[in-house]
């Protein structure tokens, strides 16, 4: 930064301090592995922009003779490498923001690793950045790192990027080979949507082109990395997108101000304009804007403002205000991109706290559509996500919530998952744009869709059909089966012989033909029941093989499990719990199966129990066990 | 009080992409919303120097017109700068803001002082562990600080919300990535978040802000005629009768300055005629020694603050 004449007076003084305060901002991240330079490369910045104060080199000085690892020089590196940690392993291991100035701009830059395993603090750094700085080492060209630095930065919404190819002084300056990086670069970069890629060699140990072109590459016309970052344009329309903003404090020092606080998420906002709480759909216009500088009749994205509206509708934190003629969705279920940054693994089902905008709330991912390889872009299915792992998924929240697409607002299409008992911070995620569409189609047919009712209550519904003797043990297993299954957080429900007959089919009675009846009728109320999304227990000695096929024959592939409870009629007849058998040999009851009318035994059953000499615990661990096998539970 | 400064707001939030201060500024009141919609108990530190006044004031508009949501807390080492305890006592009146203070009374009754402990005990038992001891006994869950990551390169690494552990650790290898402007304020009992509105201003913005919207700062930061002593190449101001002056001691007359506000026995002035705001970012701006090096505390080791910071120091 140019300094003021020392000489000047304060008048002057103030005028120029006052000319710099309408410097506007740029945020932009590097990346890169500690080899290609770029914590020299920001050193560099630093100490060329006159903003490293004299100790602090006094101080550098110091520390280079003991870290230092360019002999007599000063090592810059040193300048951005904060951890004492780090310092000694001689690698960038997190994200550190650095800052400096010019005449014309304020710059904070995110310096990150480039490593495959710190994706996650590559992530970090690109969420608030506006351009990307991509370090190459000019000796070995585009590397794999280079391609997944790229594919992150664009993930992230950055579409900004300048190629610094570094360490020009060690290819002789070499225009040839500066040519040719660059050309490979933009045939790789095609496939996204960067606005802006300027390639500008450099050396970042030197100095060329960084600040200052230098003598020894003429041939290049271009701008110097500062000159670039100087004047690149990445005003990014907000205020020409449509009003968004979450409500984060609601102000109300007394009974006559009710204020809504916050900060513009995207567009702009005037006195008059009519606005909707986008969850319940209330509208009312804005009657007075409290800005950081005090009223104003309008206020734009990136604004910390105070609303407050004419009509008294209801609006707490979570809530996002938005232009009432251009809406955010608002929906419980979206597809987005997930960056997983724990070592604990994701795990489908399992319920997160997700933080969007101000809102937080549970949710966990229904179904991880693929994972992505960041260095070959390729799709891979997976069950769970590790660190540093980024995917496409599905993801369920217990409360529909505003949002809009990621590529439409970064801040209103992204959040962070939390883990629920660490309260660590173990995913970031950018809802999908593409997918919202066919979202919306997917969501009419849904409303009457067994697989959203599923997906919504997070598991595999099905019916599982007991059958076997009066006695046999039906009713105990299945009752400890849904117990075990409630423990582990299913939604269940069972039908059972006894209860069903004293309701639905108190007309029936033990003819066969009522026992046809019974059982369609039980087989219908199921199939009900597992539309609904249940695990769906029935609990019936339905003895004849072709109603049970009936019952079957209601139910998809793989969704009707039967399950005969194998109990030999002389154990049934020795338990008689309900004393019937000692009834139906009486005579006092008619059609009694086992005695006087006939039990037909499952061929093939699913799963076939023997239950003598076992107790229930190992009977229902063992229907468990199928289930879990075949991805029911 | 000093006051300084002229009211150019019109002028300078012109439509369009924010400058440079109103969006800092506008982050900063954005996370301290954020504490205060998602704390219970949260608290603001109150340094009484230059960043403090900038974040009090910034608090102060992102609540207006209502009072400030959480009181405001001074760690007392009883070896503050006269000027200091007055400039604290008059801001939290003008404001109407509760304020606590807070001393180390076991400290007091040791004896501890910077004299007869040396900086590194005394800034331990009296600002380390008293800070500890006032947050587990008014049980703030969230406490506001006004460092920047420019100051100082372990906290060019600190998240905007800083976790720490329930014997207020921080751990530098185990931090929350923070994306966004999504800030994870979820703790568990007994565990606490220092949170830091300011990291991202630079020393240049703080005094162009302190210019610009004409934020009340301690006299000590204009140049004035003051008794100072010369003591391990700092000059240290006489600012009671508690410093000792030995035989070799010699009092002068100074006009002289200082950059940053502490125990005034561990806080070096710098001679100056810089007595206005502008004079004073004009002497930035061609300043020879960085802001903190005016402080004793971070001479012992690069990576003192570091070490400090994992001992729950601010």
Same mark, same amino acid.
């Given at each position: 930064?140019?300094?003021? %004449?020392?000489?000047?007076?304060?008048?002057?003084?103030?005028? +120029?301090?006052?000319?710099?305060?309408?410097?506007?901002?740029?945020?932009?991240?590097?990346?890169?592995?500690?080899?290609?330079?770029?914590?020299?490369?920001?050193?560099?910045?630093?100490?060329?922009?006159?903003?490293?104060?004299?100790?602090? #080199?006094?101080?550098?000085?110091?520390?280079?003779?003991?870290?230092?690892?360019?002999?007599?020089?000063?090592? #810059?590196?040193?300048?951005?490498?904060?951890?004492?940690?780090?310092?000694?392993?001689?690698?960038?291991?997190?994200?550190?923001?650095?800052?400096?100035?010019?005449?014309?701009?304020?710059?904070?830059?995110?310096?990150?690793?480039?490593?495959?395993?710190?994706?996650?603090?590559?992530?970090?750094?690109?969420?608030?950045?506006?351009?990307?700085?991509?370090? @190459?080492?000019?000796?070995?060209?585009?590397?794999?790192?280079?391609?997944?630095?790229?594919?992150?930065?664009?993930?992230?919404?950055?579409?900004?990027?300048?190629?610094?190819?570094?360490?020009?002084?060690?290819?002789?300056?070499?225009?040839?080979?500066?040519?040719?990086?660059?050309? !490979?670069?933009?045939?790789?970069?095609?496939?996204? %949507?960067?606005?802006?890629? @300027?390639?500008?060699?450099?050396?970042?140990? +030197?100095?060329?082109?960084?600040?200052?072109?230098? %003598?020894?590459?003429? /041939? +290049?016309?271009?701008?110097?990395?500062?000159?670039?970052?100087?004047? @690149?344009? @990445?005003?990014?329309?907000?205020?020409?997108?449509?009003?968004?903003?979450?409500?984060? /404090?609601?102000?109300?020092?007394?009974? %006559?101000?009710?204020?809504?606080?916050?900060?513009?998420?995207?567009?702009?906002?005037?006195?008059?304009?009519?606005?909707?709480?986008?969850?319940?759909?209330?509208?009312?216009?804005?009657?007075?804007?409290?800005?950081?500088?005090?009223?104003?009749?309008?206020?734009?994205?990136?604004?910390?403002?105070?609303?407050?509206?004419?009509? !008294?509708?209801?609006?707490?934190?979570?809530?996002?205000?938005?232009?009432?003629?251009?809406?955010?969705?608002?929906?419980?279920?979206?597809?987005?991109?997930?960056?997983?940054?724990?070592?604990?693994?994701?795990?489908?089902?399992?319920?997160?706290?997700?933080?969007?905008?101000?809102?937080?709330?549970?949710?966990?991912?229904?179904?991880?559509?693929?994972?992505?390889?960041?260095?070959?872009?390729?799709?891979?299915?997976?069950?769970?996500?590790?660190?540093?792992?980024?995917?496409?998924?599905?993801?369920?929240?217990?409360?529909?919530?505003?949002?809009?697409?990621?590529?439409?607002?970064?801040?209103?299409?992204?959040?962070?998952?939390?883990?629920?008992?660490?309260?660590?911070?173990?995913?970031?995620?950018?809802? /999908?744009?593409?997918?919202?569409?066919?979202?919306?189609?997917?969501?009419?047919?849904?409303?009457?869709?067994?697989?959203?009712?599923?997906?919504?209550?997070?598991?595999?519904?099905?019916?599982? /059909?007991?059958?076997?003797?009066?006695?046999?043990?039906?009713?105990?297993?299945?009752?400890?089966?849904?117990?075990?299954?409630?423990?582990?957080?299913?939604h269940t429900y069972t039908l059972d012989g006894d209860n069903v007959r004293h309701g639905l089919n108190r007309d029936l009675g033990f003819t066969d033909a009522d026992r046809v009846e019974n059982i369609r009728r039980v087989g219908e109320v199921a199939r009900l029941f597992v539309d609904a999304g249940l695990l769906t227990l029935v609990s019936f000695i339905s003895p004849f093989r072709s109603e049970r096929a009936m019952a079957r024959e209601l139910f998809p592939d793989g969704r009707f499990i039967e399950v005969f409870v194998d109990t030999p009629i002389e154990e049934c007849r020795r338990r008689d719990p309900k004393g019937l058998y000692r009834k139906a040999d009486a005579g006092e009851l008619r059609n009694f199966t086992g005695v006087d009318s006939p039990y037909e035994a499952p061929e093939n059953p699913e799963i076939h129990i023997r239950t003598m000499g076992r107790d229930p615990e190992e009977i229902v661990d063992e229907i468990i066990a199928y289930l879990e096998a075949n991805d029911l539970i | 009080m000093h006051q300084e400064g002229s009211n150019l707001q019109e002028d300078v939030m012109a439509p369009g992409r924010l400058d440079n201060l109103r969006t800092l500024e506008a982050e900063s009141i954005h996370i301290i919303r954020e504490v205060a919609a998602e704390f219970r108990n949260p608290v603001m530190l109150y340094s009484i120097g230059k960043d403090s006044s900038v974040l009090l004031h910034l608090a102060m508009k992102a609540f207006a017109p209502s009072r400030l949501p959480f009181p405001l807390m001074h760690v007392d080492t009883t070896w503050k700068f006269r000027e200091m305890i007055a400039f604290r006592d008059e801001t939290a009146k003008r404001i109407g803001a509760d304020l606590i203070v807070h001393t180390n009374e076991d400290g007091i009754r040791q004896g501890i002082g910077p004299f007869s402990h040396g900086s590194s005990v005394h800034t331990h038992v009296m600002k380390t562990e008293a800070l500890k001891q006032a947050l587990d006994k008014y049980g703030f869950d969230a406490a506001f600080g006004g460092a920047r990551r420019d100051e100082e390169k372990s906290r060019a690494k600190e998240r905007v919300f800083s976790f720490r552990s329930k014997a207020h650790a921080w751990d530098p290898k185990n931090q929350r990535p923070e994306l966004w402007n999504l800030y994870n304020g979820r703790i568990a009992k007994g565990e606490s978040i220092r949170a830091f509105p300011l990291s991202n201003w630079t020393e240049l913005d703080i005094w162009q802000y302190i210019l610009l919207e004409g934020i009340p700062i301690v006299p000590l930061y204009y140049a004035k005629r003051r008794p100072v002593v010369r003591r391990d190449g700092m000059l240290i101001m006489v600012d009671d009768e508690r410093m000792p002056i030995g035989p070799d001691d010699r009092v002068e007359e100074l006009m002289v300055r200082f950059r940053t506000l502490g125990c005034y026995p561990l806080t070096g002035a710098i001679e100056s005629d810089a007595d206005t705001l502008p004079a004073i970012i004009r002497e930035m701006l061609i300043a020879r020694t960085s802001e903190r090096s005016g402080r004793l505390i971070d001479h012992d080791d690069s990576a003192s603050m570091e070490k400090k910071k994992r001992e729950g120091y601010f």
């Open positions: 930064m140019r300094n003021p %004449d020392p000489t000047a007076s304060d008048e002057a003084v103030r005028e +120029y301090i006052l000319s710099q305060v309408n410097k506007d901002q740029l945020r932009f991240l590097t990346c890169g592995s500690v080899d290609d330079g770029k914590s020299t490369l920001i050193g560099r910045l630093l100490y060329d922009t006159k903003l490293i104060f004299e100790d602090q #080199l006094a101080a550098l000085e110091r520390d280079s003779t003991r870290h230092g690892t360019v002999g007599d020089d000063i090592d #810059l590196a040193l300048l951005v490498d904060g951890l004492e940690a780090e310092r000694e392993q001689g690698i960038t291991i997190d994200v550190a923001y650095r800052f400096f100035a010019t005449d014309r701009r304020k710059f904070i830059v995110a310096d990150t690793p480039g490593h495959e395993q710190y994706t996650r603090n590559m992530a970090t750094g690109a969420s608030t950045a506006d351009l990307a700085v991509l370090l @190459v080492d000019a000796r070995n060209g585009l590397m794999t790192q280079t391609r997944r630095h790229a594919f992150i930065a664009s993930l992230l919404g950055i579409h900004h990027v300048v190629l610094a190819i570094n360490k020009i002084d060690l290819v002789g300056y070499s225009q040839e080979r500066f040519n040719q990086i660059e050309a !490979e670069f933009r045939a790789f970069a095609q496939g996204f %949507d960067f606005e802006t890629l @300027v390639a500008i060699p450099l050396s970042a140990r +030197y100095g060329d082109n960084v600040t200052a072109p230098g %003598d020894n590459m003429p /041939w +290049y016309e271009g701008p110097t990395l500062l000159e670039h970052l100087e004047t @690149v344009e @990445v005003g990014r329309d907000d205020d020409a997108r449509p009003f968004r903003f979450p409500v984060q /404090w609601v102000n109300r020092p007394n009974l %006559d101000f009710r204020g809504f606080s916050g900060t513009i998420a995207g567009g702009r906002v005037s006195v008059g304009d009519e606005v909707v709480v986008a969850a319940s759909g209330r509208t009312s216009t804005v009657k007075t804007i409290l800005s950081q500088v005090g009223e104003t009749q309008s206020a734009s994205s990136g604004e910390a403002v105070t609303l407050v509206l004419n009509d !008294e509708i209801d609006a707490s934190r979570g809530d996002v205000i938005a232009a009432a003629a251009a809406r955010p969705d608002v929906a419980d279920q979206f597809a987005a991109h997930l960056i997983w940054m724990s070592e604990e693994p994701l795990l489908p089902g399992r319920s997160y706290l997700l933080k969007i905008g101000t809102r937080t709330v549970t949710a966990s991912v229904t179904e991880i559509k693929h994972k992505i390889n960041v260095n070959t872009f390729e799709r891979a299915a997976a069950k769970t996500l590790e660190l540093n792992e980024i995917a496409f998924a599905n993801l369920a929240l217990t409360v529909p919530v505003a949002f809009d697409p990621y590529e439409a607002n970064r801040t209103t299409g992204s959040f962070i998952l939390i883990d629920r008992l660490t309260n660590a911070t173990v995913g970031a995620g950018m809802v /999908w744009f593409a997918l919202r569409r066919a979202t919306n189609i997917h969501w009419q047919a849904l409303e009457v869709d067994q697989a959203a009712r599923a997906q919504s209550l997070g598991q595999t519904p099905a019916a599982l /059909w007991f059958t076997g003797l009066s006695g046999s043990g039906k009713s105990t297993v299945a009752s400890l089966l849904e117990k075990k299954l409630h423990v582990r957080g299913r | -």
